[in-house]
């Protein structure tokens, strides 16, 4: 066997492992949605593909502010979007959110997210309990002692009665602290040798678990119940998963609870859950991302969309190749295009996705120089070789490998030449569906 030969085999074992390796922890499925005349719901677990969900940041009372954040993270592919359920303006609120996504045509299961009051709210407010398709559980932030099960129950019986599935999210900021103390004691008195985190790990599991087992005593099925345990850093997060994995067959929501502002974030996400996800850990994500004040909320779906995507587990929308630029060129004309692209496939993708299906898999190359950009280009559907310092004005583009032409002129004449083949592409090659 030639050298080439051997390790073309070893990467087609590396390869064979890894796709193996994915989707490993078999769950139970749990169907979210759909509540009355909503579409078809969504699946998580059992199989199904892992499902990007995402939380607004409008106050709930405002309907018609937070119908239309749903609507939108909904368009930039978040599958579930879960607002915070936290007053009886609130609760009084829901029916009409899920009314206005109704009426615009979005479908996604819309999930309440409670603390503290929720045995209130959801047995005082029972249009919002019917309106909504999932409730969010904190074990941590249901009541104390005695009544911490009493109130957790009455939610449990609200979930049964309307045939809701819940969200047991344990989180380790509001980690019952009961369970906590009497696992430190343990740890004294038997000379266990666990560190604190260890021990609030380990709590964290155990809450989880206590409380599927409750939720089960009080009538929830199997496939009604999802569980999280989240917290803010990312070793920890792998740990506990990886934990639970062992230890149950629910789906897992997986999400770091504070991941952080910008770049911090999405590195902390992408590391924390890509790790997870590939050892088939993982039913459905949430990237908790801080926007900057005014920023855009949609940023944490597509974070959590292009961490699925690197993985090879979904394709929710064309990639655009870009190469980072360097000294080879001194123009910013291809990083202005790749950006200008990039926000033209995203504002096109609502309404791509319905009418080209197929869409989501296109590859588009915006390339800065002759040094890897007809390589990059010819390896994209789409793609086009921006001139670097000194090379001939010329703007090479090559379509499913081929060159189809070349395009001159300035940033504009170029960005609309290109925007304008991107289109074409997309009509040809992923054809309308025919209504
Ligand atoms: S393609 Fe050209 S401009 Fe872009 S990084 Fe490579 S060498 Fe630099």
């Known amino acids: 066997m030639s050298l080439l030969s051997a390790i073309r085999a070893e990467l087609g074992m590396i390869r064979m492992t890894m796709s193996n390796a994915v989707r490993l922890h078999k769950t139970v499925g749990v169907r979210v949605g759909p509540s009355s005349g909503s579409g078809p719901g969504v ?17 709930t009372a405002d309907a018609k502010a937070t119908a239309q954040q749903c609507i939108e993270l909904a368009g930039a ?24 996504m109704l009426d615009a045509g979005c ?5 309440g997210d409670f603390h503290y009051n929720g045995h209130l709210l959801l047995t005082r407010y ?25 109130q957790f129950s009455m939610i449990c019986a609200v979930a049964v009665e309307n045939r809701k599935p819940v969200r047991i999210g344990v989180n380790g900021g509001s980690l019952n602290q009961e369970l906590v103390m009497a696992k430190m004691q343990e740890n004294t008195d038997r000379r266990l040798g666990m ?38 850093r990312p070793r920890d997060l792998i740990a506990v998963y990886r934990d639970l994995a062992k230890r149950t067959s629910q789906p897992l929501h997986l999400g770091l609870t504070e991941a952080g502002m910008g770049t911090k974030g999405v590195a902390s996400s992408a590391v924390a859950l890509g790790i997870l996800l590939n050892e088939g850990i993982g039913d459905t994500i949430r990237v908790s991302l801080t926007p900057r004040p005014g920023g855009d909320r949609r940023e944490e779906v597509y974070a959590a969309c292009e961490i699925l995507q690197a993985l ?24 202005e295009l790749a950006e200008r692209v990039q926000g033209y496939v995203r504002e096109m993708m609502p309404a791509w996705k319905t009418a080209h299906p197929g869409v989501e898999t296109m590859t588009v190359a915006v390339m ?47 960005a609309t030449a290109f925007q304008k083949l991107v289109d074409d592409y997309v009509e040809r090659k992923y054809p309308a569906r025919r209504s």
């Open 107 to 111: 479908t996604a299961p819309l999930i």
């Open 312 to 335: 090879g587990l979904r394709s929710f929308s064309p990639s655009i190749t870009a190469c980072p630029g360097c000294g080879r060129t001194t123009s910013s004309t291809f990083q």
């Open 195 to 232: 560190t604190s985190e260890e021990i609030i790990n380990e709590c964290m599991v155990l809450s989880a678990l206590q409380s599927t087992d409750l939720a089960l005593e009080c009538g929830l099925r199997k496939d009604q119940i999802i569980i999280s345990c989240k917290l803010s």
């Open 43 to 59: 699946m998580v677990g059992g199989g199904a593909p892992v499902v990007v969900q995402s939380m607004t940041m409008t106050d």
């Open 126 to 150: 029972p249009e919002a309990a019917r309106a909504l398709d999932k409730y969010r559980i904190n074990p941590g932030n249901v009541g104390t002692g005695k009544r911490r099960d009493e």
């Open 368 to 414: 800065g120089c002759i040094v890897n950009g007809p390589g990059e280009s010819k390896a994209a559907n789409i793609g086009i070789s921006l001139p670097g310092t000194g090379e001939s004005p010329n703007c090479p583009v090559y379509i499913d490998g081929e060159h189809a032409m070349t395009l001159r002129g300035n940033y504009d004449e170029l």
């Open 77 to 100: 592919g978040s599958e579930l979007v879960r607002v915070t359920v936290n007053t009886p303006e609130a609760a009084a609120a829901v029916p009409e959110i899920k009314r206005r």
